[in-house]
């Protein structure tokens, strides 16, 4: 059973993938989009059947390899196609395939009147399987291939309305950013290989256990993987590509921020547990990097406008704890925030789609305002979720985020510090949304009518004028954000420290990440202490951005523009590279090309052309010359020729 529902897990989107491939535009809307979400939901199914059987082993028990057949036997270096079922791949299937489901169904609705409504299910599968490939892939170069695949699936999802120059800017952006971090990831694998002479995880692990690997090597390999952590999962200081990445549908941004792609980097670096083991100082580089964007992010999305924009921030913050517990030593709290983040960030997203579907593509919460009237259970949910991020007790982000800071307490007071700042933070940029969006002024019908009076005044609300309102969304939109809702109360409660035996992930990802986790003896009086102050600062957050924000739309002092502006690291890197690439290609156009290429290509033809005429005056067409010429070269040759043999 096993050997059959491993495969299916990875092979039933790639075939959704085939067959809207082929089929799609016959089958149309909707039954292209049910099509690919019954794959997804299948492979769901499929993974919690191998769940099961794996759960019902002994812990020592839980890894199951499945090799399908030989790819690159070349030389010393032999990779398979082969997938590696074990308690951490089986719990990033798990959210990978069932949050990515409901946002397939969410999908139906809000896609219904694209014309390439097949298409977009044809890259949403194909995203899928490739998620699915990097994390059950038994090898670093498997892996790999599924790490392009996100990244190549991004780009066409991004870029899906390419005929805005915004939505082809953006996947350019996030393709090249992401080129950056894989040129670590492929160098790391050269390491890898050339210190233990494989690229299975297995053998690479075994042999850091045996210290076959030295500790310059692991360090190395470590921070060359760890490049391609900063890239794939946006951190400072690649994150730039991930903002712009809001220029894709809603679900698009859902998918990437909660499901697939972001997570791939701190699922790599859970996964490489055992080289971290070996380096301290890489473990210590990726801590300080974590806290730092989580703070950073979380300050930047403080004063942005755009209801994504927002959103997309706040993914690079969340990621940033991950990337904190991970260099913590605290894998099960990163996989932990990896897993609820997934169900309020999704929700998040999905709220957010709502209210741009009910304002007809509107995003500028400046012009929203007094929504919970028209679309109740849009708000409701996207209360929960803002609850949930902020680590209200007993939502899920609690716990998880909880786990995350009362783990890494010990580590460092200071990055402790900063992250539990970075909590309030997230309280008051979610609540300073969710109140600009559903409450106070009903700002939309303001500016609405006088888009109506002023035509062409560039509100950006389609459809306004007299008699428009907001509208709540198709119940196969709600049903995903209400499923979504439970997830985010209810998903904490997979991990609760309260009693040992409901710390239910930590047991289970034991066997992987058990023997490479920092275990910090608490007291009873920090143990319990360190949470009640999560929630208490997180409550902090909440009372300060409902104070600020709840009847108050315009505050231009808490908005500064290098807060808008992400602390112009785009600025910084058009200044660095963007400006000078464009001078030195202008340069390269306009005086290298015509003077040295085109020069010297046609300064060689017209030296040949002057050559040519000069050398054909000694062709006068009389035989007299000709005849004296062949004299005078006979008498030349007779000469040399009696010189040399002495005469």
């Known amino acids: 059973m096993l050997l059959y529902a491993t495969a299916a897990i990875v092979l039933l989107p790639l075939g ?23 794959s997804v939901a299948l492979s769901f199914v499929a993974t919690a059947i191998v769940f099961g059987a794996l759960y019902a082993r002994p812990p020592s028990h839980r890894l199951f390899v499945q ?67 990097l994390v059950l892939s038994e090898n670093f170069v498997l892996t790999f291939l599924g790490w392009e695949g996100v990244g190549a699936c991004s780009y066409w999802l991004i870029a899906f309305w390419f005929v805005r120059d915004s939505a082809a800017s953006a996947g350019k ?46 360090t190395a390999a470590c921070l060359l993987l760890f490049m391609g952590a900063v890239g794939k999962s946006a951190q400072i200081p690649l994150y730039p590509w991930l903002l712009d990445a809001m220029e894709g549908p809603t679900p698009v941004s859902a998918l990437i921020h909660a499901a697939t792609m972001v997570t791939a980097g701190v699922y790599l670096m859970t996964r490489i547990s055992p080289l971290l083991a070996l380096s301290p100082v890489s473990s210590t580089i990726v801590a300080v990097f974590g806290v730092v964007t989580a703070f950073a992010a979380a300050a930047a999305a403080c004063a942005q406008q755009d209801i994504k924009k927002v959103l997309a921030f706040s993914t690079v913050s969340q990621l940033g704890y991950m990337f904190f517990a991970v260099g913590s030593h605290a894998y099960t709290a990163a996989i932990f925030l990896m897993v609820t983040h997934a169900f309020y960030k999704a929700l998040l997203f999905l709220g957010a ?25 849009t708000a409701v949910t996207f ?28 580590q460092g007071h200071i990055m402790w510090a900063l992250g539990e700042f970075t ?90 990440v058990g023997p490479y986790s920092y275990h910090f003896p608490l007291g009873l009086s920090w143990a319990v202490g360190l949470p009640v102050m999560d929630g208490a600062v997180a409550l902090i957050g909440v009372a300060v951005v409902t104070a ?30 963007g400006r000078p690439g464009y001078r030195a290609a202008g ?61």
């Open 353 to 377: 789609g709502s209210v741009i579907h009910g304002l007809h593509d509107e995003q500028d919460l400046k012009k929203m305002g007094g929504l919970a009237r028209y679309m109740p259970i």
């Open 16 to 38: 959704g993938f085939f067959a809207l491939l082929v089929g799609g535009r016959r089958l149309g809307n909707p039954r292209a989009g049910w099509l690919g979400t019954g």
């Open 173 to 218: 952006k996030a393709f090249v950013y992401n080129r950056i971090g894989d040129f670590g990831f492929v160098v790391a694998m050269f390491f890898l290989f050339n210190a233990t002479g494989t690229l299975t995880y297995t053998g690479v692990f075994s042999a850091a256990r045996a210290g076959h690997i030295a500790g310059t090597t692991a």
């Open 548 to 577: 600020l924000w709840w009847r108050r739309w315009d505050r231009p002092a808490l908005e500064p523009m290098f807060l808008q502006r992400g602390w112009h690291l785009d600025d910084l890197y058009d200044f660095l590279v």
């Open 383 to 410: 209360f929960v979720a803002w609850f949930a991020i902020a680590g209200v007790a007993p939502f899920s982000g609690f716990w998880s985020k909880g786990d995350v800071l009362t783990t890494a307490f010990p």
């Open 587 to 647: 340069f390269a156009a306009d005086r290298f090309d015509p003077l040295v290429i085109d020069g010297g290509v046609n300064g060689s033809a017209g030296l040949i052309r002057r050559a040519a005429t000069r050398v054909r005056t000694v062709q006068t067409g009389y035989v007299r010359n000709y005849a004296l010429g062949i004299a005078i070269g006979a008498v030349a040759i007779m000469a040399w020729v009696l010189s040399r043999v002495g005469v």
């Open 67 to 133: 090799t399908l057949f030989s790819w690159l036997p070349v030389g010393g270096l032999h990779v398979s196609v082969a997938f590696r079922a074990d308690p951490l791949s089986l719990v990033m299937a798990l959210f990978v395939t069932g949050v990515s489901s409901v946002i397939h169904l969410y999908s139906i609705g809000y896609m219904e009147h694209d014309e390439q409504f097949h298409k977009f299910f044809v890259y949403f599968n194909l995203f899928v399987f490739s998620m699915l490939v």
């Open 423 to 512: 909590v309030a933070l997230t309280a008051y940029y979610i609540g300073r949304e969710f109140y600009l969006c559903f409450y106070g002024e009903e700002r939309w019908r303001r500016l609405a009518a006088l888009a109506t009076a002023s035509p062409g005044h560039g509100i950006g609300i389609e459809g306004a004028g007299e008699g428009y309102e907001p509208h709540e969304s198709r119940p196969v939109m709600t049903v995903p954000l209400i499923a979504l809702a439970v997830a985010s109360f209810f998903g904490g409660f997979i991990n609760l420290p309260i009693r040992p035996d409901w710390d239910f992930l930590s047991h289970w990802l034991a066997p992987v």
